[in-house]
């Protein structure tokens, strides 16, 4: 017991010289001997009130311990509000107050502690007096914390009703608790996991409805970013394997005895996921070789062909591994998809479908047969259930994965809140604490003619060329610092361990972000490092970088070296904003439009609380540059509680794109049908380009098509390539000559050249502009951004065909665009621009002439005792200014973004001059 714990003398016995005790008989399945159901009833369940536990002080009692065959298994401190004492507070206070050295509460006699009253419930695997670390296990009400009105008792009588039932209870034993820990390490530093409610429930639901429907369903899971989704999937695949038919009339059922699925394949999108998946399930599993990772094409087939009952695949190795899969549409299969959106809900997937039924006939199908052939794989396979996770669900994803309800609307199967789990305090409020800032620009032209530009364009290619300035981006860097030092790094946040992540608009800019924090950090003394993860090689301003050069270190390592206490920034475009769990993080600093997912996505790395670090929401901060606080509520909203759509998408658009993409005569239908032959038939790729080249010369040159014309007609190839893609799968109708086009569009529309007709203009609009000064505003200091707990409805994709729209293009001249950009974006002072382009001037001068300018900063050579000398030369010019410039001192003073804009831009000028 002192080494290994209760778990495990439940699942293994004691072994006593040539015997071993069996401490538990597992409950049987519906495949068991007649020998193993009489086992199970041959168990003693117990419940001993007033149990006395300590040997140093032998009055104290426990007021209820469930035991199994003499085993303690449940200790509870049962609570009454109705005589003012509650289990949220007195229950878990009486258990912090215990001794946990007594042998009953030590880590590991028990499977857990819970602390119940009437209303709530709540539970700890490990007593660690004040740091004992509870959670709830609620049912939620409202999308929200606590337990709904029961109309036969008290709210938390589940507990006693259905989770302690002896079934339950040695299910839990069986296949959820989990010790996790190094093998070698001792009992006392491993942890326990107990299932939560919301993940017990879904995968008990998900097993049910299988065991009473059978194979060919669709479950939408929609668990909040942070909920424990991991341990949900990895219960769910492990059980699939062994859930049996109720009856022999459901689809999939071979015999009573038969489990359902031969195999379950889990996909995820997200690879440093693929490892803890095979992990997990791996702990729990009892029999060995079940489980098959697929990290190469071979290891898949073999997979799928030995039958192997657990295979865990991504989603970015599945599509290229399906040709050559043996007929296996004998075989059932649960999919389980991880994070399941637009990735899974397109043409990766229609790959997998195909794999999962493949062609049975091969060698006698003719061209249209290896069509519909085709289609049909596309569909939802009737050998397949889907079980796709997510907390962000699309409305594709709805359509395709959620529960269709009587009125045309689509649902999730189980849903446990974004809401619930905050208030539960199992994920912390990323947005309790959300700081914006807004960019002011003032820029100049350059030359002296007034060329015309689209307005809309203009503007927005101007901002674009200023924040990825090296001079706004150094501005901005210095901002984060100055926050993140002070407040996180020396204040010890997460005792001393707390780090941040930057997020940029794309890996040009995080590579400059990574240049300016280096320099900063630099001259600060280097207090800690940074790292920078992005994919593939860039190169920018003739320098080639990778992720690998950049940190000193194999791209592999970059989640493994920022777990370590020395690096305490990452800084990122697009790689890691999904799908990585760092319970260190507690800063953000965000340079990014974020909208809709991946808003909630990217916010959500900050969200994982963590007992060990006592992290806790009023230590998350979130800087913003790009957003403001009403853009990342509208992303929010939507997933705050439970997502739904209205209704299904409308197909018949495609007729309409297919109509008016015939009548371009871009191709023709003998060349559809050539090609369909071709390419179904497996020729290679030197023999299909032919047929693609004639079409695409046709529409970049012989058809003589405007630019105009060749935009409206790409747009809707690429609408009726996506559209169908994601609609092929749930269609409850087949139309051959949407099939047929799909693929040869799909192979098309990267051949298709267009051009943007004022491209050239706004490439040379950057040549005839300068920027003059850059400052920045915070507008929202700590901001608690409140979410809408009402049900969120999403309409389906939208119906109306899309295509160029010309309409009237405003065009200003250069001097109208600049003046109207810089009142739009320079709004910090209430002087003019030219009087605060004066005012600039005369500073910089008077710095110029100050008596330490000269030799201790023009000519200094250290660049540390160099930076000090101009923060006192411009400190000391600023004073010497205040009465007559007090409405620009007090910005100065009063605003360190400001003090740091008007600070480097003083600095460029002097450079310059």
């Known amino acids: 017991m002192n080494r290994h ?84 507070f007195h229950g878990q206070k009486q258990y912090r107050d215990r001794d946990a050295t007594q042998p009953l509460m030590q880590f590991g006699r028990a499977l857990v502690h819970m602390a119940v009253d009437t209303d709530e419930v709540f539970m700890a695997t490990k007593l660690a007096g004040a740091g004992t670390w509870f959670l709830p296990f609620n049912k ?80 939408l899971i929609q668990h909040s970013a942070g909920s424990g989704k991991s341990n949900s999937i990895t219960w769910a ?21 038969a489990p359902l699925f031969d195999s379950v394949i889990v996909v995820t999108d997200r690879r440093l996921l693929d490892k803890q998946l095979r992990d997990n399930i791996r702990d729990f599993s009892e029999v060995k070789n079940i489980v098959a990772p697929a990290l190469r094409s071979s290891d898949l087939k073999a997979a799928l062909e ?28 649960a999919v389980i998809i991880d994070e399941a959106h637009s990735g899974q809900s397109g043409q990766a997937s229609d790959t997998m479908n195909r794999a999962m039924g493949g062609n049975a006939d091969a060698e006698t199908e003719d061209a249209q047969d290896a069509i519909v052939a085709a289609m049909q794989s596309r569909k939802m396979r ?32 189980h849903l446990y809140s974004m809401k619930q789990a905050i208030e539960e305090g199992f994920i912390l409020n990323v947005l309790a604490n959300y700081t914006t800032y807004k960019s002011y ?129 990452l800084i990122v475009a697009n790689k890691y904003l999904t799908g990585f769990d760092q319970p260190k993080l507690c800063a953000m600093y965000v340079d990014k439009k974020l909208q809709h997912v991946l808003a909630v996505q990217a916010l959500s790395r900050l969200n994982r609380s963590s007992s060990k670090l006592n992290k806790r929401t009023e230590d998350l901060f979130v800087l913003d540059f790009f957003n403001s606080a009403e853009d990342i509520k509208a992303a929010f909203d939507p997933f705050y509680t439970v997502t739904t759509l209205s209704e299904a998408t409308d197909v018949n658009m495609l007729h309409d794109l297919l109509a008016h993409l015939d009548s371009v005569g871009v191709y023709e239908a003998a060349e559809v049908e050539a090609f369909i032959v071709r390419y179904f038939a497996g020729d290679d790729a030197q023999a299909l380009s032919h047929l693609i080249d004639v079409a695409a010369d046709r529409f970049n040159t012989d ?76 507008t929202k200091l700590n901001q608690e951004i409140g979410l809408d707990d009402s049900l969120t409805e999403l309409d389906p994709q ?22 109207n950009f810089n009142e739009r974006w320079f709004q910090g002072w209430s002087a003019t621009p030219e009087e605060q382009r004066v005012k600039f001037v005369n500073i910089v001068e008077s710095i110029k002439t100050h008596p330490d300018f000269g030799t201790k900063y023009k000519e200094n050579s250290d660049p540390h005792t160099k930076e000090i000398a101009f923060e006192k030369i411009l400190q000391e010019v600023m004073l010497k200014r205040r009465k007559d410039e007090l409405e620009l001192y007090k910005l100065f003073a009063s605003d360190p973004s400001f003090k740091a804009a008007w600070t480097e831009s003083a600095k460029s000028m002097l450079q310059s001059n």
């Open 703 to 778: 058809l003589d098509l405007t630019d105009e014309d060749k935009i409206d007609f790409k747009i809707k190839a690429r609408q009726f390539v996506k559209i169908y893609g994601q609609m092929a799968s749930i269609m409850p109708f087949e139309v051959l000559a949407w099939e047929k086009l799909f693929w040869f569009l799909k192979f098309l529309v990267p051949k298709l050249k267009v051009k943007d007709p004022s491209a050239d203009a706004l490439d040379a609009l950057l040549d005839a502009v300068d920027l003059s000064s850059y400052g920045l505003e915070r």
């Open 5 to 88: 714990g209760i778990l495990h003398i439940l699942k293994k016995g004691i072994a006593v010289d040539d015997a071993v005790l069996t401490c538990m008989y597992p409950a049987p399945l519906a495949s068991s001997a007649q020998t193993v159901h009489d086992n199970f009833a041959a168990n003693i369940w117990s419940v001993t009130r007033q149990v006395r536990y300590s040997l140093a002080n032998p009055l104290e009692e426990v007021d209820m311990v469930l035991f199994l065959n003499g085993l303690p298994l449940v200790t509870i401190e049962l609570k009454n509000a109705w005589t003012g004492q509650t289990a949220r």
């Open 441 to 569: 620009y003032e820029i100049q032209k350059s030359i002296e003619d007034n060329p015309l530009f689209d307005t809309a364009k203009a503007q927005k290619k101007l901002r674009a060329y200023v924040e990825r300035s090296q001079q706004t981006i150094n501005t901005k860097a210095e901002i984060m610092l100055d926050h993140f030092i002070p407040q996180v790094v020396t204040a010890k946040k997460l005792r001393g361990r707390g780090k941040g992540m930057i997020v940029t608009q794309d890996i040009e800019t995080a590579i400059r972000y990574y240049k300016a924090v280096a320099t900063l950090l630099e001259k600060r003394g280097n207090p800690f490092k940074v790292a920078i993860a992005f994919s593939g090689e860039k190169k920018i301003d003739g320098n080639l970088y990778t992720e690998t050069e950049m940190n000193g270190f194999g791209e592999d390592k970059t989640r493994e070296k920022f777990d370590e206490d020395e690096y305490r920034l």
């Open 140 to 219: 939620g009400h409202n999308e929200g914390q606590g337990n709904p009105p029961n109309p036969n008792g008290h709210k938390t009588a589940y507990l006693w009703e259905e989770i302690f039932a002896p079934a339950s209870l040695s299910g839990i034993i069986q296949h959820f608790v989990l010790l996790e820990g190094k093998k070698n390490d001792p009992l006392v530093k491993k942890s326990m996991i107990f299932p939560r409610y919301q993940q017990l429930d879904v995968v008990r639901k998900v097993l049910a409805h299988t065991s009473e429907n059978g194979v060919g369903h669709s479950y």
């Open 382 to 413: 009737g050998n397949a259930s889907y079980f796709a996770f997510t907390a962000t669900p699309k409305n594709t994803t709805l359509e395709k994965f959620g529960t269709k309800q009587p009125d045309g609307s689509f649902r999730p199967f």
């Open 306 to 333: 030995n039958g192997k009952k657990i295979i865990i695949t991504t989603i970015q190795k599945f599509p290229f591994i399906i040709e050559g899969i043996a007929d296996l549409s004998d075989n059932r299969f």
């Open 798 to 819: 939208n119906p109306n065909p899309r295509g160029f729209r010309e309409g009237e293009v405003q065009e200003d001249p250069l001097e109208e665009i600049i003046r």
């Open 237 to 257: 695949a492990y059980q699939l394997i062994e859930t049996y038919p109720e009856k022999l009339d459901i689809p999939g059922a071979k015999a009573l005895d």
